[in-house]
């Protein structure tokens, strides 16, 4: 795209959300309403104003597959390649700092990160060694705590008496902290000491610290509900000199409670980072105004929101009322819903217009089984 053209592709708010470019900006956003699209763009127009050089600004995504898109759609909008870009995962991120700072947290640049598979030899191994009956305290559990303290930025020196448990008769403690030596000795990290191992090293080595303030003068950060506290403090940490933090999030979409994710830091940036510009984002482009309404009548129900209405943004935004069913159980549902789909056909739709959504996985055998039987294709 040439020229200024990309912000005549904003509305007014998103508008505003991209060019407030100095200064704590927090961008609270519903499902669909150009959250990605936001921070790309702000992105795009740090590189084009020439606030920043392409390395000077540091982009979180949730997903691999999420910054490979940011990097396409930025490349789109400078018109070439972007390069040398600080755009990735939080854990892809700390691994590439980390792999520079090393010998500061005892390993050298060339460790290697374990995936869950090794992480549990290795901790079955710690244990062993320690004499631990491991029938009566499967290493799951103790795996499972130590992760917990590890997304809390605890690391086995900071874990107080008051965070301990009762596991294996009150040994997780020096048991995780046997661990982290061993994982030491062997030159390895896990998944979660990336991000524990580069806020120790920022929280114990002030001018390291100091260095990337100064390199890294923009933070983007996509997804920001789904943040742990161990993430938060990365981010804290790396914004605090400069204040030039963005972050994207709805307050009504955290998914990742189960691993750590604490909503609370949305509720807490406004008091970190104070006179935090605040943009609302509430128009919603993906979905009709029926849908949009019934969304919003379930989610009034949730605690701790920041509060925020959606409005339909697209032009064709009027579309059929949502229905509500109630079925005796799963078969009688995929007879039901095979039979919508073969009336939407001879209607004319295409197959490849419908779409059915499940809350988990296993909740499609019934769909297929049904699909099968009227034949019907499906992906
Ligand atoms: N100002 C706009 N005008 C027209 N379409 C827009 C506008 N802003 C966003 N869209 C479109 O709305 C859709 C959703 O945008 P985007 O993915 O950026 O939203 P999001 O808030 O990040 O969504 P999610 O909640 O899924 O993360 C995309 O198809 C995007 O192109
Ligand atoms: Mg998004």
Known sequence: ???????????????????????????????????????????????????????????????NKAAREMRERVSAILGQPAEGLWLGTFHSLCARML???????????????????????????????????????????????????????????????????????????PLYAAYQSRLRDLNCCDFGDLMLHMTEVFRGHPAVLADWNRRLRYILVDEYQDTNLVQYYWLRLLAQSHRNICCVGDDDQSIYSWRGAEIENILRFEKDFPNAKVVRLESNYRSTKPILAAAAHLIAHNNGRLGKTLRAGRKDAEGDKVRVVSLWDSEEEARMVGERIEAARRAGHKLAEIAILVRAGFQTRAFEERLIVLGLPYR
């Open 1 to 63: 795209m040439a020229g200024d053209d990309y912000l005549a592709r904003l509305n007014p708010e998103q508008r505003e959300a991209v060019e407030t470019l100095d200064g704590p900006v927090l961008i609270l956003a519903g499902a669909g309403t150009g959250k990605t699209r936001v921070l790309t763009t702000r992105f795009a127009h740090l590189l084009k104003t020439g606030r920043a050089w392409p390395g000077q600004v540091l982009a979180v995504t949730f997903t």
């Open 99 to 173: 792999r520079r700072h090393a010998e500061l947290v005892g390993l050298t640049s060339a460790f290697t990160i374990l995936d869950t598979d090794d992480q549990m030899r290795l901790l079955k191994q710690v244990m062993d060694a320690a004499g631990v009956d491991l029938k009566r305290w499967p290493a799951q559990g103790l795996m499972a705590q130590i992760q917990r303290w590890k997304d809390r930025g605890l690391t086995a020196e900071r874990v107080t008496p008051a965070e301990d448990t009762d596991y294996a008769g009150g040994r997780a403690r």
